[in-house]
T-cell receptor
Framework: GAGVSQTPSNKVTEKGKYVELRCDPI?????LYWYRQSLGQGPEFLIY????????DSGLPNDRFFAVRPEGSVSTLKIQRTERGDSAVYLC??????????????FGPGTRLTVL | AQSVTQLGSHVSVSEGALVLLRCNYS??????LFWYVQYPNQGLQLLLK??????LVKGINGFEAEFKKSETSFHLTKPSAHMSDAAEYFC?????????????FGKGTLLTVNP
């Protein structure tokens, strides 16, 4: 079956602009996660959705970052007033559920964001 | 707070040689431990995981890892490297509890396999 997909695969923007990154999880997965991977680093947790609600947004670096999942499926990560330091690969993952015993997280290929 | 240290950002081995990728963690509570592999332009793929039970876990593609609590280690091994093993490998930890969804990753180890 189809895995996690993310669009666009690459995004180049200018400092100060607004960007949206999209994630399509595996069908039926109720849990969705966003991570950010900067150059030379491992992925860092940003936010976790259980259904439509953000159950944990403790990893969002500041209020320029926001994510939504209005229908409990597709999620959009939104970054306002982008800064050069936001340049990274943004990874999305989904799992059957996020509670109880550990559920394997299936990762998408990521969106590479470059802020000039 | 949890943390993961991967010793060696780059490991190079010959085809057929032993692969050993090192991972040490710190966690205030019993952890779940994972190894992921990332091929170029692809998403992270789970190789293996330790949650509870047997401390030697076997994963895909002939990899295995052993959880050693006394050493706070979870090193990844494969007896004989194959060219197709060339990729970046990430060790990760999460809490054995309510926030077990939150993965903390190491910085990764790039494995190259020489013919």
């Amino acid at each position: 079956g189809a895995g996690v997909s993310q669009t666009p695969s690459n995004k180049v923007t200018e400092k100060g602009k607004y960007v949206e990154l999209r994630c399509d999880p595996i069908s039926g997965h109720t849990a969705l996660y966003w991570y950010r991977q900067s150059l030379g680093q491992g992925p860092e947790f940003l936010i976790y959705f259980q259904g439509t609600g953000a159950a944990d947004d403790s990893g969002l670096p500041n209020d320029r970052f926001f994510a939504v999942r209005p229908e409990g499926s597709v999620s959009t990560l939104k970054i306002q007033r982008t800064e050069r330091g936001d340049s990274a690969v943004y990874l999305c993952a989904s799992s059957p559920s996020g509670t109880g015993d550990y559920n394997e997280q299936f990762f998408g290929p990521g969106t590479r964001l470059t802020v000039l | 707070a949890q943390s993961v240290t991967q010793l060696g950002s780059h490991v190079s081995v010959s085809e057929g040689a032993l692969v050993l990728l090192r991972c040490n963690y710190s966690s205030s509570v019993p952890p779940y431990l994972f190894w992921y592999v990332q091929y170029p332009n692809q998403g992270l793929q789970l190789l293996l995981k330790y949650t509870t039970g047997a401390t030697l876990v076997k994963g895909i593609n002939g990899f295995e890892a052993e959880f050693k609590k006394s050493e706070t280690s979870f090193h990844l091994t494969k007896p004989s490297a194959h060219m197709s093993d060339a990729a970046e490998y990430f060790c990760a930890v999460s809490d054995l509890g309510g926030s077990n969804y939150k993965l903390t990753f190491g910085k990764g180890t790039l494995l190259t396999v020489n013919p």
